[in-house]
């Protein structure tokens, strides 16, 4: 069973949490590959059987619009019944946009 942990990072630290996730599936035996979103096709990603996807909030609680919102609206409608984790970090707000993002 294969898993992307997929992310954008503004500062640094979704990417730290990435990299700990990653750390803690390889730590479990099992197979892991750590990709940013701008290193990553969409069509390539579907090929896991798992994602976990990460991006901080970004202004008034939103997602990163650049680059991460446009890949995750291309694979949202695609993941199937593929299992998916949804991680981010954030500042002033109060993570309601963790639960839009939902």
Same mark, same amino acid.
């Given at each position: /069973? &294969?898993?992307? +942990? +997929?992310? $954008?990072?503004?500062?640094?630290?979704?990417?730290? /949490?990435?990299?700990? @996730?990653?750390?803690?599936?390889?730590?479990?035996?099992?197979?892991? +590959?750590?990709? &940013? +979103?701008?290193?990553?096709?969409?069509?390539?990603?579907?090929?896991? %059987?798992?994602?976990?996807?990460?991006?901080? &909030?970004?202004?008034?609680?939103?997602?990163?619009?650049? %680059?991460?919102?446009?890949?995750?609206?291309? @694979?949202?409608?695609?993941?199937? %019944?593929?299992?998916?984790?949804?991680?981010? &970090?954030?500042? $002033?707000?109060?993570?309601? $946009?963790? %639960?839009? $993002?939902?």
């Amino acid at each position: /069973m &294969s898993i992307l +942990v +997929v992310y $954008w990072t503004g500062t640094g630290n979704t990417e730290i /949490m990435a990299e700990q @996730i990653y750390e803690g599936i390889l730590s479990t035996g099992q197979e892991a +590959v750590l990709k &940013s +979103v701008e290193q990553i096709t969409v069509e390539a990603a579907l090929e896991f %059987d798992k994602i976990a996807f990460g991006c901080p &909030s970004m202004g008034i609680e939103n997602l990163e619009e650049d %680059d991460f919102e446009p890949f995750f609206e291309e @694979i949202e409608t695609q993941l199937g %019944d593929k299992k998916i984790i949804l991680f981010g &970090s954030y500042g $002033w707000g109060d993570g309601e $946009w963790m %639960d839009a $993002w939902e």
